[in-house]
């Protein structure tokens, strides 16, 4: 017989999230990085089932609900897409929030959210959802770097979650129409970082890039575009973006404790952000906080065929 894994998918400003919700690999109840690395090792194939081609897409993130270490969690999820596992993501907490509240297991309130990168603090009301993320900062301002086919580009590199390289100058069209151009240029700066040896702390991989631009709508502050892990685009403001955005701009003092950012995303939907500072007073990171809506879409059961040839994706 077929196996059949069950999910529910849902949509947060645009970007689709798919949370696994019956069927998975059990990872026991260990440490989260012990549990990621277990799925990496042991489960990888049933990743590339769930999120790629030809049951998925390249703009999915998909989400494993896993027992979390203490009993006052509301959930603990491990984030993936079609490259790889993802330390955090925004917009994919903001639809487990809708996804959990659909399934009733979670009413409006304060929840904790466990994920490998940390414990993220939730509160829910209707398809609204108010996530602080983990510590957030900036890691290096302003640095050059030279571009094959686009010249010189600067930008800091910060952490909100996941790594990413926040580009500072150059005038870009930030339109859906012009996507195609968009992931060309990113592509390029994000290769140009690898093979310059440009990287987070500990050597990590700068896997995200963003682009600037004005608002269309005057109520927003800002426009961007994101480059995910996989190489698609992100079509919500992106959560970990978003904060690494705030982190920076609290690092530029442009941005004041409290005080109300809100990202524009490529299609228009947006985010609201604010930040307070971090507990740790020898700290320079913030403390994001991300609102966003998020909506289901389906519940749907995945049946793992093995008499069929594309049963763990198609291969890239």
């Given amino acids: 017989m077929p196996d059949i894994i069950?999910?529910?998918?849902?949509?947060?400003?645009?970007?689709?999230?798919?949370?696994?919700i019956e069927g998975g690999p059990d990872l026991g109840h260990g440490p989260f990085a012990n549990r990621v690395e277990q799925f990496r090792q042991h489960h990888d194939h049933l990743r590339r089932a769930i999120i790629t081609e030809p049951r998925g897409s390249d703009v999915m993130v998909g989400g494993l609900l896993v027992p979390?270490?203490?009993?006052?969690?509301?959930?603990?999820?491990?984030?993936f897409n079609n490259h790889d596992y993802l330390g955090m993501c925004g917009h994919g907490t903001i639809g487990l929030m809708s996804t959990l509240k659909h399934l009733g297991r979670i009413e409006d309130g304060s929840h904790?959210?466990?994920?490998?990168?940390?414990?993220?603090?939730?509160?829910?009301?209707?398809?609204?959802s108010t996530l602080e993320n983990?510590?957030?900062?900036?890691?290096?301002?302003?640095?050059?770097?030279?571009?094959?086919?686009?010249?010189?580009?600067?930008?800091?590199?910060?952490?909100?979650?996941?790594?990413?390289?926040?580009?500072?100058?150059?005038?870009?069209?930030?339109?859906?129409?012009?996507?195609?151009?968009?992931?060309?240029?990113?592509?390029?700066?994000?290769?140009?970082?690898?093979?310059q040896g440009i990287t987070g702390s500990s050597r990590q991989w700068i896997d995200h890039v963003e682009l600037f631009g004005p608002a269309h709508d005057?109520?927003?502050?800002?426009?961007?575009?994101?480059?995910?892990?996989?190489?698609a685009y992100d079509r919500s403001p992106c959560g970990t973006g978003t904060s690494a955005k705030v982190a920076c701009l609290a690092a530029d003092g442009k941005l004041q404790p409290g005080q109300v950012w809100r990202q524009e995303?490529?299609?228009?939907?947006?985010?609201?952000?604010?930040?307070?500072?971090?507990?740790?007073?020898?700290?320079?990171?913030?403390?994001?906080?991300?609102t966003g809506s998020a909506f289901v879409c389906g519940e749907t059961d995945l049946i793992l065929n093995p008499n069929d040839p594309f049963c763990m994706g198609i291969p890239s």
């Fill in 6 to 20: 069950k999910v529910i998918d849902s949509h947060t400003g645009g970007e689709p999230t798919r949370i696994v």
């Fill in 68 to 79: 979390p270490t203490q009993a006052e969690y509301s959930a603990g999820i491990i984030f």
């Fill in 112 to 128: 904790l959210i466990e994920t490998p990168v940390g414990v993220v603090a939730c509160r829910m009301e209707h398809h609204t």
């Fill in 134 to 195: 983990v510590p957030s900062y900036r890691l290096a301002a302003n640095v050059t770097l030279e571009v094959p086919g686009i010249g010189t580009v600067v930008g800091d590199i910060a952490w909100g979650g996941n790594w990413f390289f926040l580009v500072k100058n150059g005038n870009y069209d930030l339109t859906a129409s012009n996507v195609s151009e968009l992931t060309r240029v990113t592509l390029a700066i994000r290769t140009a970082l690898s093979d």
């Fill in 218 to 231: 005057p109520d927003n502050d800002s426009r961007n575009f994101v480059l995910c892990p996989g190489g």
């Fill in 265 to 290: 995303s490529i299609i228009g939907s947006v985010f609201t952000a604010t930040y307070r500072q971090s507990n740790d007073p020898s700290s320079e990171s913030v403390v994001p906080s991300i």
